[in-house]
């Protein structure tokens, strides 16, 4: 059946999803994507002409730079627009910027910001209203003092923040290069480099902008770099400059005579792609990617380079690629918002009942009431309306000021916290736990999904050779000399060995005892195999070999080989030097036979001193036992042998041989050449010719190498998996590596059911199928997508590329067929229809993602591979929009930056891959074990001390506040308060301040042992359980009620009373006293009820602040102060004369008894009868401790994950050094004259070769 999405395009429908490919589509544009017709008709070559044209020439290659030459910036077409007539250049600076203020601006733009929170901007409205004599009924000073405070913690925190930030920025800005200037090359800060400099850059140097590299001191102008900020591998990659550059730029006097021009595409994100071209000498030379080096990458064993900057600052490819920084806010934060809204609401409607109610009153009772006449002739109405404001005033408190101030000082408590904890430092590194913000501790409580990079976050990134299989004889173990079992591991001596590294840690004594006496040839062969079949390239200098290899994998098996006695020395174009147990030999190399991702293999065809022909080869098992000669007698042994490493989750690989004859390499070396210069399909041509030598192979053994996790990482997730967090893998790393490291660190196990791009993508298409066919059809939208994609109660996976995720969630644009077809001007109709058309294929790619974000949360682990930074913050951000979830993302490379701006919480790793990762991120620590703590302790315990605070903080206002609205049916609602305005000034700022604010940081419900060990405690801030509209709602309802226990039992004791002087005491301003002590008292003895980890502090801080009120009140009321200030202190006296009264003092009791003893009656029952979680802990913890104390006494053993399955060797991303070794470029050669280079006079060239 033909739809209209059919006719829209027509897809390749051999255009499936390469796993091994990278997909940095996030900036493709059609043209790129296009596959131009072979004949295209004439009239649609007009159209297309009309149409685009101008457009064309806008978008290829319109960024140009001219090499020393400042003034070319100069010219009006590089400028841009900024506001109005002001103009700036459109190359950014290289100054980075993350700052938000500067001394001009922080005062202005702080209270700006400040002034945007709605509270903040209430209380400015307030104390404006409050400055109005007709409907003021506090003094300002109630208002403005607390408001001052409030803005001035808050600014100094900013300010601390942002200082912070600047020293950051200076330290990067503030780094020094060599760039030319005036002739020479002169240290130049990188806040000054410029588009169009050349600069040099040194050995270990990080590179300051993307630049395009002229020339460097290695042959052939190579520069080798480590890209760990950009793509997370610390495996080294090779540039190479250009013929012409690299004959001519090398000294200083002609580099500073440069003028090339550039001219590229513009700044874009895309790290693996750059089109541009080199005008010069009038001569023009193409440019690619392999010519350029991107900021953020480190020259490695490369003395010095020259370079031309090409994009400089914001323009970079890592900063394109960086992300927005996003303001980000907790779920407390949008809750607490809503309900400072709906107290607004609630003081609004109280006010207006108030006001109406005067206005009724002054009608029946206060025009009628000539005592009560103030001389002021207004009607009822209008003395309502200034009662209205006037309640808004006295009813301010419900509001509460101090929240915002009080949250960001336990905020910021709790991040010393995290900051001071020995248990998150790692002393390796010196390496502290960091909390680089202090406005998200509470969120760290309530996480729902883990988005985590995989090298450098859960493992080491450092291979090791752990065992091996030689002959059908497993080694590895620890054994001593004649082979017995050791009954603990015993290191190996490789003192004999004067090229040993020193660093392999191996305990089997045997296999050394048997490389050494030669008993078994077969042994020396593979060590020998594993020095010889590789691209690895060797630094000699200084006497000490460095091996650069182009996978961590490999660099690993060379070294295992150099340290057992088989050491690969050095390399040409067409030979290797080996030295085998002392003796050096070079053999000839014929062909390298190099990796890639169908093959799963490299082979080496070499020829001996003697003249013997060998092809060694390793690779995977799968292909290798393909290949393998059919009598081959080791082959089940180092079958059963590979099974072994793979239930230990080892890295395995295979390794065989094949001697060849002369005349069988002739015949195969003339397919060889052949395939070589092929001009269409040479890679396939070669796979082919490869394929017939690669055949009856004679197995010798397998390898097993072990992708070190860090410390501790399987009983992190585990715990975590416990607490019901979800965690989901996103790396750039091949997709064998991130499966090896899923069963690695048990996120995957033999009973997993895993489910590749293929099988997600059919699931994703049958219920997108269905949902069209439900929703054309009448049936109740609500039962269209409910049902599971997957079986119940069974434990599934997914492992997903970047290539086929662009494919399943429509991202990647599609390569259209184009239709020979004659193309005219659209119609209106046909436009409608397009536009009708493109919003219904915006739907179906919102389905498609909410479908596969739905069959992802059905599983127990995510994997995603081969993503671009880009597609990481994609994954999380569509978890954050269709599951509403908290997300925390952890890395510690650049290319992780967008993910961990992207979630709501950011965590960085101060690891291998610098620390671009942590300047970004909201926490960073030393290892990805310690997220536990910070989330299992830290995160809890500060939900719970958020939650318990803001329940308690609006509890106490509300008892406090409302009080005046009980007092007002008994004073004709007339706006008087029933206190004194100073207790009203300093309620919340002195007397019940600090209880709660030491709550909210020291609280704990249990221990942070405790914590770790019963993760299920975790799942009450994932439910939102502690704070919530039900909690919000509970605390006003108990607000309430103590205002009217408050307000009504001294009310009551009041009435018609006579002290025992003969006096009644029952006068406004005792009754004022006694309702403000019983308040005082009762809503900290609550806080005492509250806490549940009592200290001195906690306890000094409950009666201190009771004793500080008695004593600030005796001050305030003495007839001292009133001397001083009579207009202000008016309650003289009043404090002496009211609490000398035993009565009153049985009042007080009796009222702080009646608010406190049914909250203790009803916490007694709860915890009796409906225990939580935490209470019965609580309740067992001596039980608990004692079974800590015994474990202690026992040796823990933790045993890897035990797997069935086959852990693959992974080789490097892309293909190895092999062509850079065949085509000799990496050996040093006379350099020919710059005129033969330009001219291209090929003989003069050859001569400077020959010479050389």
Same mark, same amino acid.
């Given at each position: 059946m033909t739809t209209e999405r059919d006719s829209e395009t027509t897809f390749d429908e051999d255009s499936q999803p390469n796993d091994e490919e990278m997909p940095y589509s996030d900036d493709e544009t059609e043209d790129e994507l296009d596959t131009p017709p072979a004949v295209e008709p004439e009239q649609n070559r007009l159209n297309r002409e009309v149409e685009v044209t101008h457009e064309t020439l806008r978008k290829d290659c319109s960024w140009q730079v001219k090499a020393n030459d400042p003034a070319f910036y100069e010219q009006p077409q590089f400028k841009k627009t900024k506001? $109005?007539?002001?103009?700036?250049?459109?190359?950014?600076?290289?100054?980075?910027?993350?700052?938000?203020?500067? !001394?001009?601006?922080?005062?202005?733009?702080?209270l700006l910001e400040q002034f945007k929170r709605a509270a903040n901007f209430y209380f400015l409205i307030l104390l404006i209203l409050q400055a109005i004599p007709q409907i003021t009924t506090l003094s300002w000073y109630t208002t403005l003092i607390p408001l001052l405070l409030v803005l001035g913690i808050t600014a100094i925190k900013d300010l601390v923040d942002d200082i912070a930030r600047h020293r950051m920025d200076n330290e990067i800005n503030n780094r020094t290069c060599d760039v030319i200037k005036d002739g020479r090359f002169k240290s130049t800060k990188w806040k000054d480099v410029k588009v169009g400099d050349v600069i040099r850059l040194g050995k270990n140097a990080f590179v300051p902008a993307d630049i395009l590299l002229l020339s460097s001191s290695e042959p052939n102008s190579l520069c080798y770099v480590e890209t760990a900020e950009l793509d997370g591998e610390t495996n080294l990659k090779f540039k190479m400059s250009l013929e012409v550059t690299d004959r001519y730029l090398q000294e200083e006097s002609t580099l500073a005579v440069f003028d090339g021009l550039v001219e590229c595409e513009e700044p874009n994100n895309r790290l693996d792609k750059f089109t541009g071209t080199l005008k010069w000498k009038g001569r023009s030379y193409a440019l690619d990617a392999d010519k350029i080096l991107l900021r953020g990458c480190k020259i490695r064993n490369t003395d010095a380079c020259h370079g031309l900057v090409i994009f400089a600052g914001a323009d970079t490819k890592i900063m394109k690629n960086s992300g927005k920084t996003r303001f980000k806010r907790t779920k407390i934060d949008s809750l607490m918002n809503y309900m400072v809204y709906t107290i607004f609401v609630m003081l609004i409607l109280v006010s207006a009942g108030l006001a109406i109610g005067h206005t009724y009153w002054e009608q029946q009772i206060g025009n009628s009431? *000539?005592? $009560?006449?103030?001389?002021?002739?207004?009607?009822?109405?209008?003395? @309502?309306?200034?009662?209205? *404001?006037?309640?808004?005033?006295?009813?301010?408190?419900?509001? !509460?000021?101090?929240?915002?101030?009080?949250?960001?000082?336990?905020? $910021?408590?709790?991040?010393?916290?995290?900051? *001071?904890?020995?248990?998150?430092?790692?002393?390796?590194k010196d390496t502290a736990a960091k909390a680089r913000t202090t406005t998200l501790n509470e969120q760290l409580g309530q996480i729902h999904y883990i988005f985590s990079d995989k090298t450098g976050t859960l493992t080491q990134n450092i291979m090791t050779f752990k065992k091996c299989c030689i002959n059908g004889h497993t080694y590895g173990e620890c054994r001593d000399k004649t082979g017995q079992p050791l009954n603990r591991p015993e290191q190996v001596d490789f003192s004999w060995n004067m090229h040993a590294d020193g660093k392999l840690t191996f305990n089997d004594q045997y296999l050394i005892e048997q490389i050494r006496s030669g008993n078994e040839p077969e042994i020396q062969q593979f060590f020998f195999l594993l020095a010889i079949c590789h691209t690895v390239m060797v630094d000699a200098s200084d006497g000490d070999l460095s091996y650069q290899a182009a996978s961590p994998d490999e660099g690993a098996l060379v070294t295992a080989a150099r340290n057992f006695g088989f050491v690969f020395l050095s390399r040409t174009q067409n030979t290797i030097t080996i030295s085998e147990l002392g003796t050096v030999r070079t053999y000839d190399v014929l #062909?390298?036979?190099?990796?890639?991702?169908?093959?799963?293999?490299?082979?080496?065809?070499?020829?001996?001193?003697? @003249?013997?022909?060998?092809?060694?080869?390793?690779?995977?098992?799968?292909?290798?036992?393909?290949?393998?000669?059919?009598?081959?007698?080791?082959?089940?042994?180092?079958q059963e042998a590979l099974d072994i490493f793979a239930s230990e989750t080892l890295r395995t690989l295979c390794l065989c041989y094949k001697d060849i004859s002369d005349k069988e390499y002739e015949a195969w070396n003339k397919k060889f050449i052949a395939a070589s210069v092929a001009e269409r399909n040479r890679d396939e041509a070669l796979d082919k010719v490869y394929e017939e030598i690669e055949k009856n192979l004679i197995l010798l053994g397998a390898t097993a190498i072990e992708d070190k996790l860090q410390d501790g990482v399987p009983e992190t997730i585990s &715990?975590? #998996? &416990?607490?019901?967090?979800?965690? *989901?893998?996103?790396? @750039?790393?091949? &997709?064998?590596?991130?499966?090896?490291?899923?069963?690695s660190c048990d996120l995957l196990t033999d009973e997993t059911t895993i489910y590749y791009g293929e099988d997600v993508s059919g699931l994703l298409q049958t219920r997108l199928e269905n949902q069209r066919n439900r929703s054309g059809s009448n049936l109740d939208s609500s039962q269209r997508t409910n049902e599971p994609f997957l079986q119940q109660g069974r434990n599934h996976a997914l492992i997903i590329t970047g290539s086929w995720l662009n494919e399943i969630l429509l991202e990647k644009k599609k390569k259209r067929k184009k239709l020979l077809k004659l193309k005219f001007p659209k119609t209106p109709e046909e436009k409608q229809k397009q536009l009708q058309t493109k919003k219904k294929a915006e739907a179906n790619k919102e389905q498609q993602q909410r479908n596969f974000v739905d069959l992802a949360c059905e599983c127990s682990a995510v994997i995603c591979c081969r993503v671009t930074p880009k597609q990481k913050a994609m994954v999380v951000e569509m978890v954050k929009k269709y599951k509403k979830a908290i997300t925390l993302a952890i890395g510690d490379g650049a290319n992780d930056v967008n993910m961990i701006k992207t979630a709501h919480i950011g965590v960085g790793i101060s690891g291998q891959e610098g620390m671009q990762a942590v300047m970004s991120s909201d926490y960073s620590f030393g290892q990805f074990r310690y997220l536990q703590r910070l989330l299992l302790v830290h995160g809890r315990w500060s939900y719970i001390r958020m939650c318990k605070f803001l329940r308690y903080f609006f509890y106490k206002n509300f008892a406090f506040t409302l009080v005046h609205f009980w007092y007002s049916f008994f004073n004709g609602y007339s706006a008087q308060t029933a206190y004194e305005d100073w207790f009203i000034t300093l309620y919340n700022v002195l007397y019940t301040s600090l209880p709660v604010l030491l709550v909210g940081l020291l609280d704990q419900d249990v221990s942070d042992k405790l914590s770790l060990r019963f993760p299920t405690l975790y799942l009450l801030g994932q439910k939102d359980l502690l704070f919530n509209y039900k909690k919000f709602f509970i605390s006003l309802l108990h607000g309430v009620i103590t205002s009217l226990v408050i307000f009504f039992i001294p009310f009551g004791a009041y009435l018609q009373t006579m002290g025992q002087d003969g006096e009644a005491p029952s006068d406004y301003q005792s009754f004022a006293v006694t309702t403000a002590s019983a308040l005082v008292i009762t809503v900290n003895f609550q806080m005492g009820l509250d806490t549940s980890y009592w200290t001195f502090v906690n306890a000094f801080s409950i009666f201190g602040s009771i004793a500080l009120y008695f004593g600030i009140m005796f001050d305030l009321h003495s007839a001292g102060i009133h001397v001083l200030f009579p207009a202000a202190f008016q309650f003289t006296g009043t404090a002496a004369n009211a609490l000398r009264q035993p009565?009153?003092? $049985?009042?007080?009791?009796?009222?702080? #008894?009646?608010?406190?003893? !049914?909250?203790? #009656?009803?916490?007694?029952?709860t915890m009796t009868i409906w225990p939580s979680e935490s209470d019965k802990i609580q309740k067992n913890r001596k039980k608990y401790k004692a079974e800590e104390e015994e474990w202690k006494r026992r040796p823990s053993v933790f045993r890897r994950g035990i797997s069935g399955r086959r852990s693959a060797y992974a080789f490097s991303h892309q293909r190895g050094y092999a062509d850079l070794i065949a085509s000799g470029r990496n050996i040093r050669r006379r350099r020919a004259s710059l005129t033969a280079v330009l001219s291209n006079n090929s003989v003069e060239i050859r001569q400077g070769e020959e010479a050389s």
């Open positions: 506001f $109005l007539c002001l103009t700036t250049s459109k190359y950014s600076g290289n100054a980075i910027k993350t700052y938000k203020y500067n !001394p001009v601006t922080f005062l202005p733009l702080n009431s *000539w005592y $009560l006449y103030d001389g002021m002739d207004y009607t009822p109405s209008y003395r @309502g309306f200034l009662n209205f *404001w006037g309640y808004i005033i006295v009813l301010n408190t419900m509001v !509460p000021i101090s929240l915002y101030v009080s949250v960001e000082v336990i905020r $910021l408590g709790q991040s010393y916290f995290i900051n *001071w904890d020995l248990q998150m430092y790692y002393s390796e #062909a390298i036979l190099d990796f890639n991702s169908d093959r799963k293999r490299m082979s080496v065809i070499v020829r001996d001193p003697k @003249g013997r022909i060998r092809l060694y080869c390793k690779g995977a098992d799968t292909v290798i036992y393909e290949r393998l000669q059919p009598r081959n007698p080791r082959r089940q042994a180092t &715990k975590l #998996a &416990k607490a019901d967090i979800k965690i *989901w893998v996103l790396t @750039g790393d091949k &997709k064998e590596t991130a499966e090896n490291i899923g069963y009565y009153l003092w $049985l009042t007080i009791i009796l009222t702080v #008894a009646l608010c406190l003893l !049914p909250v203790i #009656a009803l916490r007694f029952l």
